[in-house]
């Protein structure tokens, strides 16, 4: 009798081991460590419900965010020290491929929204800042962007004193009124919005400039970029990374009350209602998940406006374009 329940035990086991072996997700995660700028700030907008809902675990993967402020992402993504860039803003990278830094934009997560916020009734356009003292991360392509569209008014923003900060700085800036102006983007000015009263926002005109210059509405912003040897070694997981933030981009609009209480509780004073608002608001939280060789049109337009401004001295090779 103790023989046939030991075959028994031996038969069970060996069952479970074939059943694991052949279904993929008991199999191991595919492991990636992956550099985001901290909250407030789009690159931190996903993570955090991709961790709570363990989106990654469901496509196979264990992703390890490593949180940096922009210059130090920008090092340390260039550099090599990190091969995955969830804060990957376009003309940031760019400017790293024509340097010599040999890497590929996977996919957009977000198209460009920046705003230009003020509490001095006597600043009412972008040229009344000149002169004047603004705050702004001016690492990032959020402020390249604002240079540029600030550039097409007429605005010299060489006059304008710019005091440089990392984004979750921006608020407390506005806060503690030690600037004239703060040039910032989402969720950043939502947060703003709601603690401070009396702000109004300048005209950057964007819809008009940007149609007008490159025939389309659509600015690709901020995505996921790798280094090439990453994502050649990396390539059949790369559609399970896509994945993962489309089921997170999906769920996070599906549910804006749920995922607002997980993205709230990493920001510094966040507040769940106010984020909640925020992505019911198509036009400032531009969430799409979309593979950068869908965009190309439009990633070059937003290279040209580079060249355009100054901020890129030639065109990225065409191979910054993730293609497979």
Known sequence: ????????????????????????????????????????SLGAF???????????????????????????????????????????????????????????????????????????????????????TMAAATATTNYVMFRWLAGKQGVDTSKINVVNTAPPGLIGYMLAGRADAVQMWEPAYTVLNSKKAGLHILDLKIKSQWSSFASSSRIPYLGVAAHADWAKENSAHIPALVQTYKDAAAWILGNPDAAAKIIAARIKGGDAGVIAGLIGNKERLALEVVPSSQLKTEINAVFKAGIDLGYLKKLPDASIIYSK
Do not use: C
């Open 1 to 40: 009798m103790k023989r046939f329940g030991a075959l028994i035990s031996f038969v069970a086991l060996a069952f479970t081991a074939v059943y694991l072996s052949s279904n993929g997700a008991a199999e191991a995660a595919t492991k990636m460590k992956m550099v985001v700028f901290g909250p407030p």
């Open 46 to 132: 996903l993570p955090p419900v991709i961790e709570e809902k363990k989106l990654d675990e469901k496509n196979g993967l264990d992703i390890e965010f490593v949180v940096r402020p922009p210059s130090a992402y920008n090092a340390q993504f260039n550099s090599g020290e990190f091969k995955l860039g969830g804060s990957a803003a376009l003309l940031s990278l760019a400017n790293a491929k024509t340097r010599g830094v040999n890497v590929v934009y996977l996919f957009n997560i977000f198209d460009y929204f920046g705003v230009v916020v003020t509490d001095k009734p006597n600043i009412k356009t972008l040229k009344d800042l000149e002169g004047k």
